[in-house]
């Protein structure tokens, strides 16, 4: 069972940057792939990246401008957000699971565990 707990959102202007945190809990954390998805009002929920043991797998309208890192000494991953644009504006959530194979990683049902979401407003 792992818990996970986002945090470090809120309101920026369009070309700042802002890191998002999430902490989890559990001794297995290390062994899960850690992805970070995002859903505006009224759209679906939206992949962003993710990292696993080997690399990171970025959504096109993300990369370049955010990166994803992990700290398993502290249980914690990191979306470290820059450029921001009006269009990030989100929730963001963080997630943990096993995707099978690199198509897997883009899908919000290949993760078992999510976290209740941190909200990302990016003003014009």
């Known amino acids: 069972q792992v818990q996970l707990v986002e945090s470090g959102g809120g309101l920026v202007q369009a070309g700042d940057s802002l890191r998002l945190s999430c902490a989890a809990s559990?001794?297995?954390?290390?062994?899960?792939?850690i992805g970070w998805f995002r859903q505006a009002p009224g759209k679906e929920r939206e992949f962003v990246v993710a990292i696993n043991s080997i690399g990171t797998v970025f959504a096109d309208s993300t990369k370049g401008r955010f990166t994803i890192s992990r700290d398993t000494a502290k249980n914690t991953a990191y979306l470290q957000m820059n450029s921001l644009k009006p269009e990030d504006t989100a929730v963001y959530y963080c997630a943990a699971g096993r995707p099978l194979g690199s198509s897997g990683y883009v899908k919000s049902s290949s993760y078992d565990y999510w976290g209740q979401g941190t909200q990302v407003t990016v003003s014009s």
């Open positions: 559990g001794r297995t954390f290390s062994t899960y792939a």
